[in-house]
């Protein structure tokens, strides 16, 4: 078996409902492994978890080219252990297609930010990460959270917020 990369599993987890289903439950197991002073196990379980992973990562449809004439779609989403993000848009049948998914663990500070917090961090280093992308393009964000839709009407943020 080829050098496998459980670190960056972690929360390939939100897809957009044309996608494939949450992922974070199938790679947990794995990304536990990667946990200091965990024994390194690979199971035939683990070797069935990652199978499946696979499958759903890559099935149709695959990954698309993106088009920069087009407007990006970022679908983003946070949860204490991590952040996770798609970037996608539509095709020419106005289907939308992945372009790309990007994860990252959260450090131990970011664990404890409130929900709203971490859903904020989620698009500003989603945007951060995809700038090449998005830079001179159009385009919009879509995540699960309605109170971020509040920090657009705060005259002045205060904190991490601002």
Known sequence: MGQVR?????NLTRSEKNYSVWVNDIAKPLIKLTKKGVDF?????CQKLFNELKRILVKNPILAHPDF??????????LADGLGAILSQKNEEDKEVVIAYTSKSTNNNEKNYPITDLKCLAIIWVVRH???FLINNKFKIITDHAALKSLMRDKEP???RA
């Open 6 to 10: 459980l670190d960056k599993l972690s």
């Open 41 to 45: 196990n690979w199971s035939d379980e």
């Open 69 to 78: 004439n087009k407007e990006f779609i970022l679908i983003t989403d946070a």
């Open 130 to 132: 995809f700038y090449k």
């Open 158 to 160: 205060k904190g991490r």
